[in-house]
């Protein structure tokens, strides 16, 4: 069964203190590992999709990368506004011919002025 | 782009009452998934629906179902409450189940079961 873990659980850096978050998977047959944003009480939304290992993707003061077992959000100089939940899932095929996705349970991230 | 709209917002149950949660997919997506949201935790697949049809379920019961219509809007039916089916649940729309490109996710039905 695929499997995601993410580390640590919460989070509370000061504003300006650059940091990373981990997510370890277990996955037959990757077809895609994303990253959420979650705010309180919201949907997730969307932020990266990474293929293969060795990828990165950035945007603003986030930076995704991927290994064969995990992958890492790296926050640059965060602000309050990137409090939020951040979000680890996996895209695999499933034995039912569709491609299944699996969330880890997240990290609360606290940024305080 | 509406984006994916989901009704109602907060819902109040009692145990063993039947609900319907509702989905207006984003346009240009035709395929939904419906996840499970327990307080802390990360989403839970439900099902998924594709051309009207659910082409892949997780782990939950029969007493789970679903509908999507031509419109691909959709629906989320739960029978027989129990008081952990209280949750955030989550709607999401994809093109082709591609969620490569990522979900886009609605803001919530919050279920609460007393």
């Known amino acids: 069964e695929d499997q995601v873990t993410q580390s640590p659980e919460a989070l509370r850096l000061q504003e300006g203190e650059s940091s990373s978050l981990n997510c370890s998977y277990t996955?037959?047959?990757?077809?895609?590992l994303f990253w959420y944003r979650q705010d309180p009480g919201k949907g997730p939304e969307f932020l990266f999709t990474l293929y293969s290992a060795g990828e990165e993707k950035e945007k603003e003061r986030l930076k995704a990368t991927l290994t064969k077992k995990e992958s890492f959000l790296h926050i640059t100089a965060p602000k309050p506004e990137d409090s939020a939940t951040y979000l680890c899932a996996v895209q695999a095929p499933n034995s039912g011919g569709y491609q299944k996705v699996t969330f880890g349970i997240g990290t609360k991230l606290q940024v305080i002025p | 782009e509406t984006g994916v709209t989901q009704s109602p917002t907060h819902l109040i149950k009692t145990r063993g009452q039947q609900v319907t949660l509702r989905c207006s997919s984003q346009?240009?997506?035709?395929?939904v998934s419906w996840y499970q949201q327990a307080l802390g935790q990360g989403p839970q697949f439900i099902f998924q629906?594709?051309?009207?049809?659910?082409?892949g379920r997780g782990n939950f019961p029969p007493r789970f179902s679903g509908l999507q219509f031509p419109n691909y809007s959709s629906e989320l039916n739960v029978n027989a409450l129990e008081l952990d089916d209280s949750a955030l649940y989550l709607c999401?729309?994809?093109?082709?189940?591609?969620?490569?490109?990522?979900?886009?996710f609605g803001s919530g039905t919050r279920l609460t079961v007393v």
């Open positions: 999401a729309s994809s093109f082709s189940g591609g969620a490569g490109y990522g979900y886009t």
């Open positions: 346009s240009g997506h035709n395929t």
């Open positions: 629906y594709y051309r009207e049809e659910e082409n």
């Open positions: 996955v037959s047959g990757l077809r895609g």
